[in-house]
């Protein structure tokens, strides 16, 4: 297996080097084929590392950045002033071939503007999409997108989003003829906004996609779409909808479970009592 380089923006998202310094370790701790290369202030970076005890590992190395872009900045403003930025000078490594990836938690915002301007869009495509994969209910994944990176959309960028995705399921999940849908209202034709109609009439004409039609937001993960397309704002509720009822859940198991324990502990175990809990 060839070695991967990723350029990670250390001092990005809502608790920066605390959190991705630890984060590299793990990384490197479960990927023997990886190579990481923290971008951010390497007066802040080397102690967390040293604490960590990265300090001798030779798959790991610091990139020394000067500035820092906030999650409250606005992009056009980061895109002008932070120009020796981690988030910058992450996506310039990738941009110069020293990484193959570059990974942050940073302002959205601000890493599509720096995308864009440091390493250009593919022809004919106009957009960047911020895209996932969503486990499904047969164990496999559907790719979704947009989450976010584009509040308002066109039909003809929904349509490259729908090429976008189509290439990720693909390559990424080995998918040979990926099933695309556009998430609606309702699966009925006749649903749905202008944008919707529109975007439908341009991928159903694309004779490259296997356009599958409408599909509704409680058939995200029933694993019917390979590729799922939407505009930014949509899918960014959509997503972080399920990312609540997913904590609801887990939290849920949580008490059952050490409501069990307890019951176990105490030598007096009542099943009925369990099941009221679970339920």
Excluded: W
């Excluded at 630890?22 to 190579?35: E, G, K």
């Excluded at 972080?240 to 324990?261: M, N």
């Amino acid at each position: 297996m060839s070695i991967l380089t990723i350029a990670l923006d250390a001092m990005g998202g809502d608790y920066g080097p605390p959190e991705t310094v630890p984060a590299a370790m793990q990384a490197l701790s479960l990927l023997p084929d990886l190579n990481v290369i923290l971008v951010g202030d390497s007066s802040v970076l080397l102690p967390l590392i040293q604490q960590q005890g990265l300090d001798t590992n030779p798959r790991l190395s610091v990139y020394h950045a000067s500035q820092c872009v906030e999650m409250s900045e606005r992009p056009v403003l980061a895109l002008r002033h932070k120009t020796d930025s981690s988030m910058r000078l992450a996506i310039e490594l990738v941009h110069q071939g020293k990484a193959q990836a570059c990974i942050s938690a940073g302002n959205t915002g601000a890493l599509m503007v720096m995308a864009m301007r440091v390493m250009g869009m593919i022809a004919p495509l106009k957009r960047p999409a911020l895209c996932t994969s969503l486990p499904n209910k047969l164990g496999s994944h559907t790719v979704m997108l947009d989450l976010g990176c584009n509040i308002q959309c066109s039909a003809e960028m929904l349509h490259q989003f729908a090429l976008l995705g189509d290439l990720v399921s693909r390559h990424v999940h080995h998918v040979q003829d990926p099933r695309v849908a556009l998430l609606n209202v309702g699966a009925e034709l006749i649903k749905g906004s202008q944008l919707v109609q529109d975007a439908a009439r341009l991928i159903q004409s694309d004779n490259s996609l296997n356009y599958t039609g409408f599909v509704e937001g409680d058939q995200l993960i029933s694993a019917e779409s390979d590729v799922i397309v939407c505009d930014g704002f949509t899918g960014n509720i959509a997503l972080k909808t399920a990312e609540g009822i997913a904590r609801l859940f887990y939290k849920q198991l949580q008490v059952s479970i050490g409501s069990f324990l307890i019951e176990k502990q105490s030598n007096q175990p009542d099943a009925k009592l369990f099941v009221s809990h679970a339920s």
